[in-house]
């Protein structure tokens, strides 16, 4: 079943296009990845995919019996409530869980509210509203939102992000579209999400710069490169194999075409200017192989060719550092002496205390307490995750000449505007204002600025949001042979995993770990740890845990009626918990009779289990 159709369509900003008159279609079952350079159209072409932007040629055709969801890079809300940010999909649902909470507060105290209320449950039932409740607080808590009562207005951008994936799965789609869905989340959310989705029925397309992420979700890549789109059937890894082959096959067939038309032109040029109908076809097709002749297929690469600064034998020292916001202890007693090469990765959910080290170690942000003494000639280089804020009105090149015209690079000087053609900012690029880039753009010019410098003690926090593949594949290489200290807080597994040597683990009120081995290895560690953890308690291992425990011994007279008793205790309890159970899904609507039998079924499930596990105790000695 064809859920999209995209019908030859063309897109430009002013004289920048961004692809001319692309076609390709999303099926049922589809998990489609579009990849592109920054600057390609990717996020544009998304848009108009969700119907909030218009190409300027050609139609999107979407099949009008499937549903959609959007989720853009930076969700917006009309609303300041969690609960209803994410149920806002659903109106109708919206408002009846609002007016069911806000009467179940007020039953106790208003018989209006109490009156009111077996009225609003009946309607839950119709909706099926309970499930869908417990459905929103399970996917918040997998993303990592607990506190349903914050308010949207407080909310960082990530966590608004992982506000927008819970609203964007809750419409449960029949095809939704992500923009950078992993972005600014920690990485137990981003594996529950791989999951989610791979697992789901719902077709997708992407846009997504986490391989793993892509390896595992997609089955299909559209490639948006020189203005057209390119199809893979296939992961990640099939996709960078028949790339390549596409790529020596254009170059091939270029040559041919150049070939060929030296032979046409010069045909041409010997015709006489009244010609022949074969010779008119044949000045037509001339026409088509000059554009192949002349086809650019130059590759929109970034080069990254700066050596670091000379490193002397003292590097850095941290010492007993300690830092706390609101008397709440961030971080604790830390201390390590960082030595030459090192490379660590960063790990730990949101708001473990990551970012604050590192402001630490760079001198941003003081410690309470405790030392942080770096080598003479340590360089620090800090790639920040936040958003870069250049100064509007400002020209890209102007803002690699604020650090200097002439840059050294450690094997030459290079003019700064040779050094942005390096870094995929062809000469008319470099001359566009700032506020023309896109956001991957911005982040690669950040990236820029960062390495101009020569650092040799080179810090990147989340270094992969926003950039490219292909960037970021140019990034690796770099990192791979440079020869200074490196830390890398990433929540690309893959990333992570190339470069790094070891961990700091962060755990919300624990010590720093340092853990030797890259991200999967970690991951398979604790995997190790809960095997090893002792299984949950069954009767039967109980059983066994008293009988190996306790003295061999017979029941006394007491306790073999003791025994006896228990079991007719249990018999007459389980019968009072299926019944209860059977008037709770009864259809029952008097509120205070649903919140008593609940309360009942609670004290019988605790009567039950301490039975139980007296029972095993006595039953040994039978």
Same mark, same amino acid.
């Given at each position: ?51 909030? !932007? ?20 930076? %969700? ?8 209803? *940010?994410?149920?806002?999909?659903? *109106? ?52 990592? &939102? ?24 809750? @419409? ?52 948006? !490169? ?73 590759? /929109? ?27 709440? %202890? ?21 708001? /473990? ?24 000639? +340590? ?8 958003? %870069? ?8 090149? @102007? ?27 062809? %000469? ?41 593949? &292909?960037?970021?594949? +140019? ?12 830390? &890398? ?30 991200? +999967?290895?970690?991951? *398979? ?45 249990? !018999? ?13 899904? /009864? ?22 289990? @301490? ?12």
């Amino acid at each position: 079943m064809n859920y999209l159709s995209v019908d030859g369509i063309s897109k430009s900003f002013g004289e920048r296009v961004l692809f001319e008159e692309i076609t390709f279609g999303i099926g049922q079952g589809q998990k489609v990845a579009l990849v592109g350079v920054n600057g390609s159209g990717k996020t544009t072409l998304l848009k108009i995919l969700a119907g909030i !932007d218009v190409p300027d040629s050609g139609q999107v055709v979407l099949n009008n019996k499937i549903t959609t969801a959007y989720l853009e890079q930076q %969700p917006i809300f009309n609303t300041d409530s969690i609960i209803e *940010a994410v149920l806002s999909g659903n *109106a109708e649902l919206a408002k009846l869980i609002e007016d069911y909470e806000y009467h179940l507060a007020k039953a106790e105290s208003s018989s209006e509210s109490m009156e009111k209320l077996s009225e609003l449950m009946e309607k839950m039932n119709e909706l099926d509203a309970w499930t869908f409740e417990s459905q929103i607080k399970e996917i918040l808590g997998k993303l990592g &939102i607990h506190n349903l009562n914050q308010s949207i207005a407080e909310m960082s951008g990530g966590q608004k992000k992982r506000v927008g994936i819970a609203r964007a799965l809750m @419409e449960k789609p029949d095809l939704v579209i992500l923009d950078e869905p992993t972005n600014h989340l920690d990485l137990e959310a981003i594996e529950w999400l791989e999951k989610y989705l791979a697992t789901s029925q719902m077709a997708i397309i992407m846009v997504t710069h986490d391989r793993y992420f892509l390896e595992n979700v997609t089955n299909e890549i559209i490639e948006l !490169d020189n203005y057209k789109v390119y199809n893979y059937s296939g992961n990640y890894s099939y996709f960078l194999e028949k790339k390549a082959e596409r790529e020596l096959n254009a170059q091939s067939e270029k040559e041919k075409a150049a070939n060929l038309y030296k032979k046409e032109l010069d045909w041409i040029r010997r015709q006489p200017k009244a010609r022949s109908t074969k010779a008119k076809y044949r000045v037509d097709a001339f026409q088509d192989i000059k554009k192949k002749a002349h086809e650019d297929l130059s590759k /929109s690469e970034v080069t990254i060719d700066i050596e670091q600064k000379r490193q002397g034998g003292k590097i850095l020292e941290v010492e007993s550092l300690t830092k706390s916001f609101d008397n709440k %202890p961030v971080i604790k007693e830390f201390s390590y002496t960082f030595k030459r090469g090192e490379r660590v990765g960063v790990i730990g959910h949101n708001g /473990s205390g990551k970012s604050t080290l590192l402001n630490m170690l760079t001198g941003r942000l003081k410690p309470d307490s405790g030392n942080v003494d770096p080598g003479q000639s +340590t360089v620090f280089g800090y790639y920040d995750q936040t958003e %870069p804020d250049f100064k509007a009105g400002t020209k890209v090149i @102007e803002v690699v000449q604020e650090v200097a015209n002439v840059i050294d690079t450690g094997k030459e000087e290079v003019s700064a505007s040779r050094l942005l053609t390096q870094f995929n900012f062809s %000469p008319k690029a470099q001359y566009d204002y700032v506020d023309n880039l896109s956001g991957g753009e911005k982040r690669r010019l950040q990236l820029l600025k960062v390495l101009i410098a020569q650092p040799n003690f080179l810090i990147l926090d989340e270094p992969t949001n926003d950039l490219d593949l &292909i960037t970021l594949r +140019t990034l690796e290489e770099f990192l791979h042979n440079f020869k200074g200290c490196l830390i &890398i807080v990433s929540h690309d597994r893959y990333f992570m995993d190339r470069l790094v040597d070891h961990l700091f683990v962060f755990e919300r009120g624990k010590p720093i770990e340092d853990f030797n081995g890259n991200y +999967t290895l970690y991951r *398979a560690n604790l995997e190790d740890k809960r095997r090893q953890v002792e299984p949950t308690v069954t009767k039967k291992t109980a059983a066994e845990k008293v009988k190996s425990a306790a003295p061999s011994k017979k029941l006394t007279f007491n306790e073999k009626r003791e025994f006896d008793q228990l079991e007719k205790e249990l !018999d007459q309890l389980s019968s009072l918990k299926n019944s209860l159970e059977a008037k709770l899904v /009864s259809g029952e609507t008097e509120h205070q009779k649903l919140i008593d039998w609940g309360k009942e079924l609670d004290q019988v499930k605790t009567d039950i289990d @301490e039975k139980e596990m007296r029972w095993l105790e006595l039953s040994e000695y039978i």
